[in-house]
């Protein structure tokens, strides 16, 4: 099966849901990276999704082979066209990958526009309009570990913000689908708040150790909290990773888009909702918990 060559520039986007990561999909389009066949209004790679996110593996979580699988499916169809990849599919397979998509709002005509994709060209020597392949997904942390085995090149950005603004949050479906692989029961008779933040240490925790164990220069652990409050600066040492240069329109472009009403919002849950145990786990991510 044809895949992603090793030199072809790579980068992933991930971390828990409602952490900021469209700002980054966004960025990494304007510099000419291609997204993927089939964006959500969110910016996330659909295919990933179908890929990935899918109905068995939640309810039982596959081996290493069926992921590698998955991965060498998914670069192939990123490279040389999703009628490429599928065609080493059963039909069956196919028509399963179809009935899980249309949980994902995508209907029978955008899935054939999907299959029908073109291939990618290789990426310019200059890097001019095609820099590479990348993919905004944010459930990619939880296959890290075996994406960073199939591709040593691979550069990925983890996107976190302050636990406690995300533990009152009522997105829970990273929790619900994958809370099991930390060892947290999302049905739980505890607060939600409680298992919320839960997940959101210890799925943080497990992408930062894989992070840890990349080259160097290829993990990126993305604050954005921070990049909310200082933009300009914050996203400088971003650039230098991407090796990309964002020009001041662009800058100024994204500085207006970035944002969230919700940061700070841990400040007005009442006394008690949050432990001092609670706060110093934030803490320890370099997040203001007071």
Sequence with gaps: MTSLQDSTPRIAVGGLDGSGTRVIALILQKKGFYLGPCLNPQMDCIL??????????????????????????????????????????????????????????????????????????????DHGAYSGVAWKEPNTHVFLSRLTARFP???????????????????????????????????????PVETQLDYWLAANRRAIEVGREMPQGQFYLLNYDDLCADFVNEIEPFQAFLDRRLTADEISQLNELIGSDSIGRFRNAPPGTFSEANRDAVRAFGFAVD
Excluded at 51 to 74: G, H, Q, T, V, Y
Excluded at 175 to 185: A, C, H, S, T
């Design 153 to 191: 090149n691979l550069k990925y950005v983890h996107v976190i913000r302050n636990g406690l603004d995300m533990a009152l949050s009522g997105n829970r479906q990273q929790l619900v689908n994958w809370g099991r692989l930390f060892g947290i029961d999302a049905k739980a008779d505890r607060p």
């Design 48 to 125: 990933f999704t179908l890929l990935f996110k899918r109905r068995d593996w939640i309810a039982s979580f596959p081996d290493n082979a069926e992921i590698d699988r998955m991965i060498s499916i998914f670069s192939t169809a990123m490279q040389a066209g999703v009628s490429e990849a599928f065609g080493h599919l059963a039909e069956d397979e196919v028509e399963a990958l179809f009935e899980e998509s249309r949980k994902h709002g995508v209907t029978r005509p955008m899935f054939e526009e999907i299959l029908a994709s073109p291939a990618q060209p290789s990426p310019a020597p």
